[in-house]
């Protein structure tokens, strides 16, 4: 059995001749040591140095235009599904993440108006940029902020798709993803305050912003789907290790219906669509089988995800990718953590299909060697018809 | 309780930011000090609203919103308020460690305790160990939250109990700690004193560690 009837059968559930494998989301360090190469200088390794940045706070608008940080992200992106496909995973998570524009030598901004930090993991490797604020802070910020290059970010992902597809298509079932969903996209350029005080004081402003996301999210679907990617994850964090950090009812009533018109989009094109949130998202199962999710990632166990109680919750109506404890178990832990996790995942949610296993998320740390342990224990455990 | 004040409390416990300041202003009207409708209103809203996310019926946002309410308030009271007549519990250093830069949790326990009567040092995100020693020092704060989302920055909780242990100043503090990653084992591998798994537990927790120094 190939890697695509693999994971779509899983999709599907039915069950395939083993549990499939999904690659994590973005971690330097864990790509370029399974390709066995040094990890390339981002440019902002050189932003520490004292007069650099000086010269970077002052023409930042300018390194911006010249693609400054596009060729980075383009790179490592295309890098991390060949270490993918090399590493044996059956999915693979691409983001198409050309969003990122240089406000200074320490801080980014994006194109939807959000503010970050330059981060690095412990090795000086760049990370995600690290989400600090908004830029908006009123409704007129929000007219008044210049949206051609979020515009154009659609075709900019499907000619991004239309490569990788060619070039990994047939090695690796690839999941098209961007980065941000409609939930985030409505307070992370405001700020979660803001955000609050808007959905209270501004309730059709916020619809509004929804509607304009909703439009632009179809465009990235039809981005992954017309390049012929089969899979889609929608991205968009919902929960915390508490719960939703919305009322479920607030969530569906403000974003029910386009989330709707999202999953209906992928499926009329042929493509199962998952949504990817973090943290205990319990609460919001029936919600995202009633949007019309076919899958559900991350199911964070640091976040006290019992994958057994969600699977009785959502039956075979979801599908359940990740899970697998990035935290310590594939960062810091034994053969026998990994093998134990694995098995335990796979009692309690692997039956009649509908369960793919990965790292839960991306962790600087995540060690090559427990993924090769990862994959070890799927073959031992994985194996349909299962055995434990 | 007055009738008025018990209004200011419904205000912001069904997070009427728009009512808010309608029901200060017939408080005060009706001759009630700002420190009580501090204290007997907007306090015990914020206690009420606490309640209710614990019980599962408010989520994040409505804690937040239940910030924004009270800040809204607080426009109409601020210079009316007298800092002799406020009793502080204690001091508290809030922090997210260094490497990190998330803070709605951070924001929503530095609200849960001031509105509980301590006062808050707030140090911001990123926080460097030697930054934190240096504030325990010139504020003689003995409570310390420590604050982190990433895993990968667990390590800051450790070098920042490390240092304060250095300076000479371990026994003279309690810390607690959290945030998404963190956990109660978490807590005893970093030599914290407390763990809190949500901010509205934050309250018990730091007067817990009040009362035991």
């Known amino acids: 059995m190939n890697k695509h009837e693999r994971v779509k059968m899983a999709l599907e559930h039915k069950e395939p001749d083993k549990v499939p494998t999904i690659s994590p989301m973005d971690v330097q360090k864990y790509v370029y040591d399974v390709l066995e190469t040094p990890v390339p200088d981002n440019i902002t390794k050189y932003f520490k140095n004292p007069f650099i940045s000086k010269i970077v706070d002052i023409t930042a608008p300018i390194l911006n235009k010249i693609g400054g940080l596009e060729k980075d992200f383009r790179n490592f992106f295309v890098n991390k599904m060949a270490a993918d496909v090399k590493m044996g995973f059956d999915a693979s998570w691409n983001i198409y993440a050309n969003i990122f524009r240089l406000k200074d030598s320490t801080c980014m901004t994006d194109i939807f108006g959000r503010i970050y930090k330059i981060v690095e993991d412990r090795w000086g490797n760049m990370e995600t940029p690290s989400y600090i604020d908004g830029m908006f802070k009123t409704p007129e910020d929000f007219k008044r902020f210049k949206k051609k290059e979020w515009e154009a970010h659609p075709e900019m992902m499907y000619k991004f798709n239309v490569y990788i597809k060619e070039r990994f298509g047939n090695d690796i079932y690839l999941f098209g993803s961007h980065l941000f969903g409609l939930f985030e996209q409505a307070w992370q350029p405001f700020g979660f305050p803001t955000f609050a005080r808007l959905i209270m004081k501004e309730r059709g402003f916020m619809e509004e912003v929804i509607e304009y996301n909703k439009q632009w999210y179809l465009k990235c679907v039809d981005a992954s789907a017309d390049a012929g990617l089969p899979g889609i994850i929608y991205s968009d964090d919902m929960a915390f290790k508490s719960g939703p950090m919305l009322n479920p009812k607030m969530m569906d009533d403000l974003f029910g219906d386009a989330l709707r018109e999202i999953t209906g989009r992928a499926h009329k094109k042929g493509v199962k669509i998952v949504i990817h949130s973090c943290g205990n998202n319990k609460l919001l199962l029936p919600y995202f089988i009633s949007w019309g999710f076919d899958g559900h990632h991350a199911l964070e166990p640091t976040a006290g995800v019992d994958i057994g109680e969600f699977r009785k919750e959502a039956g075979h109506k979801l599908s359940f990718l990740g899970h697998l404890d990035i935290a310590h178990v594939l960062s810091y832990g034994t053969r026998e953590d990994v093998f134990e996790n694995v098995k335990d995942s796979i009692k309690k949610a692997g039956e009649g299909g509908g369960l793919i296993l990965g790292p839960t998320n991306s962790h600087s740390d995540i060690r090559v060697q427990n993924l090769r342990w990862m994959m070890e224990a799927i073959d031992e455990f994985g194996r349909y018809p299962l055995s434990l | ?213």
């Open chain 2, 1 to 213: 309780m007055k009738e008025s004040v018990l209004a200011v409390q419904k205000a912001v416990i069904e997070l009427d930011i728009d009512g808010i300041t309608g029901v200060i202003q017939r408080c005060l009207d009706d001759g009630i000090s700002s420190e009580e409708i501090v204290q007997d209103g907007m306090s015990k809203g914020l206690t009420a609203v606490g309640d209710k996310f614990e019980e599962g019926e408010y989520f994040l946002a409505d804690l937040v919103m239940s910030g924004e309410v009270v800040k809204e308030g607080m426009v109409l009271l601020e210079d009316k308020i007298d800092p002799d007549k406020t009793v502080k519990k204690g001091k508290v250093i809030l922090a997210t460690v260094k490497g990190d830069i998330h803070e709605i949790g951070k924001s929503i326990v530095g609200m849960m305790l001031s509105a509980s009567g301590f006062e808050i040092i707030d140090l911001g995100v990123d926080v460097s160990p030697d930054k934190i020693v240096e504030t325990v020092k010139q504020t003689g704060a003995t409570l310390i939250g420590l604050s982190t989302l990433l895993t990968t920055m667990v390590g800051s909780i450790k070098d920042t109990v490390d240092a304060i242990a250095e300076a000479g100043l371990r026994e003279k503090v309690k810390i607690a700690i959290g945030g998404a990653c963190t956990s109660e084992q978490l807590a005893d591998e970093m030599g914290a004193d407390a763990y809190g798994a949500t901010a509205v537990q934050a309250v018990k927790i730091f007067e817990d560690m009040l009362a035991a120094h």
